[in-house]
């Protein structure tokens, strides 16, 4: 995405992805933990997504964080170097595909899940979709393609990947069809305008090309795989360790609002997020919100299941990305911090 303050990182490859992982490792040591003296940190650094109001985000306005404060340093357009930036310090959480959270805690990265923040059900998928007129209609169709994606290494491409083998691909295969990394919110027009043949296209930028006509979908991640989390923020052991009490604000703020956006009509939701987006001030379109319906974290308050993890966990060892037995799926998070329960009421603004 185009941002209007902030230099975007560049795309994230497989190799430099797991390089930088590696690097964390050792500079999350050397990462802020807590404020000056020994106290709690009361800010918490993250990077964005221009056009939209992430969890932590709406957490922050409707009063859920009490007085800790969110301090944006940018935008990003992809996951993968969003939970770099947290792991190596220079942001105090990131969130990412579960896929890209194995990889790096693989690698030696010592940081933690403490949340689901998106995921896919009926309402809020991931969509593969090709021009009206395109003679694709298959997985074998594929093969010489161009698919635009966000980030390599992530969410779209992994359900790419699943699509093409449960169609008939072999592992060696897959780099037959090509992944092209485009910002989100231009991957429409490059579609539209034939620059690829294939657009992965979610949540709002979705439904808004589709209610322009002239496209149509070849599959989706919730034709593969059923309603699911998919996402998760990730923190440093050493900054949940030293923050234990910022920590659980954070992430049962998070928690709560999963919820309030659940049960709150959308038309509300709508309406909440596009205030926040004219007053923080960042020169941003909000058309694209109208669309907006569900942020589809499968679990109650977005906790954290072994099952979260254990099919990335699965694929990331058929691909030889890690090594059977590297890393086990309850490991790789905690709910230690996650506050918010399914027995309690549900929270309305400022709970």
Known sequence: MPVTSWPVPPPTSRRRFLTLAAVAAAAAACGRATAAGGAETKKLRYQGWVGQVTLPELAEDLGYFGDVKLEWVGNTISGPQDIQSAATGQTDFGGAFNGAVVKLIAAGAPVKAAISYYGVDAASYNGYYVLEDSPIRSARDLVGKKVGMN??????????DTYLQRNGFAASELRRVERIVVPPVNTEQALRQKQIEVASLGGVLRDKALAAGGIRPLFSDFDLLGAFSAGTYVLTDRFLKQNPTTSRVFVTGVAKAIEWARTTPREEVIARSTDIIKRRGRNEDVAALQYWKSFGVAEPGGRIT????????DWLTAHGDIKAGQVKAADLYTNQFNG???ASPTPTAGS
């Open 340 to 342: 918010y329960s399914a």
């Open 151 to 160: 980030t390599l290494g992530a969410h779209v491409e992994a359900v790419l």
């Open 306 to 313: 072994d099952q979260t993890f254990q099919l990335w966990i």
